[in-house]
């Protein structure tokens, strides 16, 4: 919990040796990868070149457009440092390509953003819109690059829950700032969670099975709102 000053990051979390901490670009940054390193932790997050630069073993700075600008598969692989505050780390670039649906709402969104802002998006940010770009502290022994996408993929079934619960109790609305009372809302609000889902439950199991003729199936979230 943090007042809505506090920005996105790994710092405020406790991790301990085995724990994979899966982000998205909001914890994009070389200091959340640090913490975690410190807890003896790992990390598999999407980043931004920008805002995650990367160095070669001899402490060059490696240029990301032009790797993913050379010819070659649509899913690669690139081995660095990732440093902050005199502290390097191991991490693995992972880039893969979006498909050519996915890619164009991309750079359609990468366009309309700089349009608001008044200005031509440059060549580089529209190649990076189709590219999704993972960085991660993981081996890749034990964790190869098809894997490590399957984790990250993972993570945003945990988001949609985690958005539901948030608009439909309010849950990123918490009012007071006294830790016992913030602590038993919290509480309350999961308690509610958890009836909801019960019921919701209940609800989709005595639903008649869609056919070709029925209506077709009413999402969990309408169903839970």
Known sequence: MTDRYGGESLGPLALQSGDIAVADNGYGYRTSVASATRQQADVVRRVTPATFPLETAAGEAFA???????????????????????QRDAVRLLAAQLPPAAAAIARRRVRRTAHKQGRTP???????????????????????LVDVRRLYRARWHVELVLKRRQQLLRL???????????DATVRALLMAWALQEEAMATIRAHRPTDTPTAPQPVSRWLLTG
């Open 122 to 144: 440059s060549a580089t940010a529209l190649l990076l819109a189709d590219w999704v770009l993972l960085v991660t502290t993981l081996a890749a022994t034990a964790w190869p």
């Open 64 to 86: 990301v457009g032009p790797w993913l600008r050379t010819p070659g598969q649509a899913t690669r692989e690139w081995h660095g440092w990732g440093a902050w505050e005199h």
């Open 172 to 182: 990123h609305q918490i009012r007071s700032q006294h830790p016992t009372r913030v």
